[in-house]
């Protein structure tokens, strides 16, 4: 099997260890070398009056009187990694509907965190203008008892200057 992405990227790499485990463990799809001898299979077509014209895998050591060696038929071998191909594509699927599924989790509670994040920046500013409210007033309080401290000192200069 050929991928179309990049082989240089880790995720091509891992596909192509795992197709390639799957392959050694079930012999299934397209078979690549003959488990006999080692050499690289080749695809042939069939000449018997049977099967005229059927695609086939095999290794080129092959014989009629060793047989032995790898035979499989192409269409065999393409329905199967078909399958394969659709059970990864299943598994994938699902990895990413799970995936999609955490997001969405993730994005509900960050919302739920902005609601509170709101709610108390809401607050925030009311005990803002409550506090600016309480300045005011001590604002007021400050002035008076400035006069008052004045009017003290003043009566303390009077009451010194006529006492003496």
Same mark, same amino acid.
């Given at each position: ?70 035979? +499989? ?6 329905? =199967?990694?078909?399958? *394969?191909? /659709? %059970? @990864? ?39 803002? +203008? ?6 005011? =007033?001590?604002?007021? *309080?400050? /002035? %008076? @008892? ?19």
């Amino acid at each position: 099997m050929s991928s179309s992405s990049n082989p240089n990227s880790s995720y091509a790499t891992a596909m192509s260890a795992n197709w390639s485990r799957r392959r050694a463990e079930r012999q299934r799809g397209f078979p690549t070398i003959c488990r006999k001898c080692g050499e690289e299979a080749e695809i042939f077509t069939s000449k018997t009056l049977k099967n005229p014209g059927r695609l086939f895998h095999g290794c080129p050591n092959s014989s009629e009187k060793d047989k032995n060696h790898l035979f +499989k038929w192409t269409d065999g071998s393409a329905v =199967e990694e078909i399958h *394969d191909i /659709k %059970s @990864l594509f299943d598994e994938k699927i699902g990895h990413l509907e799970l995936q999609s599924q955490r997001c969405e989790d993730v994005i509900r509670s960050y919302d739920k965190k902005i609601e509170d994040l709101g709610d108390a920046f809401a607050g925030l500013g009311k005990e803002v +203008k409550e506090m600016k409210e309480l300045v005011q =007033e001590y604002e007021g *309080d400050v /002035k %008076s @008892l400035k006069k008052i401290v004045v009017c003290g000192i003043g009566m303390m200069l009077v009451y010194y200057y006529f006492t003496m």
